[in-house]
């Protein structure tokens, strides 16, 4: 994973502030948890670092560039979101290969990451599946692997454990730290 550094990042809605001032720095390689009580600002902060949010003051550098004004697609980033956001009406394998074809990879390529990442995920037997047909934690452990499938240069989790039972928890956080390592 690469470097990201905050610099004097705040964000507004209206005259409500809800980042101010914040400086962070994480280095290639690190492992960062935001911890807070609900509605302190840490989705507020990733959507912001994803570029999903524009910061209203700051700058946001991601492997030493600044980002600010670096669409969301073209930051290196995957995200997994605390709500899934899984196209309903595409299957698990094609949820999965969705960023990919964007990327314009080759379909070797593609079916290769896909398959690694259905693999980590324990995901084989829900691949043909629709997200309605899959439970809260299933649907949470396909969100992972596409975002792993992905292959980014930084990793964004917004809650990413919630959906899941403390087994799946646990072997994301070793896979966490793999792909650390």
Do not use: W
Not at 9 to 23: M, P, Q, R, T, Y
């Amino acid at each position: 994973m690469t470097a990201l550094t905050l610099t004097k990042v705040s964000k507004s809605f209206g005259a409500v502030e809800v980042l101010k001032d914040i400086n962070l720095t994480v280095e290639d390689g690190e492992f960062v948890v935001f911890v807070g009580p609900s509605g302190c600002g840490k989705s507020t902060l990733l959507r912001v670092i994803a570029g999903l949010e524009d910061a209203t003051k700051g700058t946001v550098n991601i492997g030493g560039d600044e980002v600010n004004q670096v669409p969301p697609a073209k930051r290196g980033i995957a995200m997994v979101f605390q709500s899934y956001a899984l196209y309903p009406h595409l299957s698990v394998r094609d949820n999965m290969a969705l960023g990919l074809k964007q990327e314009k990879q080759p379909k070797s390529v593609i079916e290769d990451r896909v398959n690694k990442a259905v693999h980590m995920l324990d995901l084989d037997k829900y691949v043909d599946r629709r997200p309605s047909d899959l439970s809260g934690g299933q649907r949470q452990r396909v969100g992972i692997a596409r975002a792993l499938a992905l292959t980014p240069d930084l990793l964004i989790a917004d809650e990413p454990t919630s959906a899941l039972d403390v087994s799946v928890q646990a072997r994301f956080l070793d896979l966490l730290q793999e792909l650390q390592g």
